[in-house]
């Protein structure tokens, strides 16, 4: 079992920051990849970050390369979510998830465990 909680979101102006944390505990931290995923009201839920169990590998969807970034802190069980330029393309409810495995997972069925989500609102 993992239990995942995130943090960080809120309302943002276009051109802003956000950091999003997302805390695991249950199964070691470094046994698994986590991701990041993002859902807009009407649209279908898309991975937009993930990360293996070391950090050493790193995937960004296309919509946010050069402005996000994902890391991850085994000793803190704590996954972030650095978000640069926001626009309001970028408003959604923000999850994070475990995966299935240790390594770089970047499908939906690839994850068995996710947390509520955080509101990510940009204001143009």
């Known amino acids: 079992q993992v239990q995942l909680v995130e943090s960080g979101g809120g309302l943002v102006q276009a051109g802003g920051s956000l950091r999003l944390s997302c805390a695991a505990s249950?199964?070691?931290?470094?046994?698994?990849?986590m991701g990041w995923f993002r859902q807009a009201p009407g649209k279908e839920r898309y991975l937009v970050a993930a990360i293996n169990w070391s950090g050493g590998s790193t995937y960004l969807a296309d919509s946010v390369k050069g402005r996000f970034t994902i890391s991850r802190d085994n000793v803190k069980s704590t996954v972030y979510l650095q978000m640069n330029s926001l626009s309001a393309e970028d408003t959604a409810v923000y999850h994070c998830a475990a995966g299935i495995t240790a390594g770089l997972q970047i499908g939906v069925r690839d994850y068995n465990y996710w947390g509520q989500g955080t509101q990510v609102t940009v204001s143009s």
């Open positions: 249950g199964r070691t931290f470094s046994s698994y990849g």
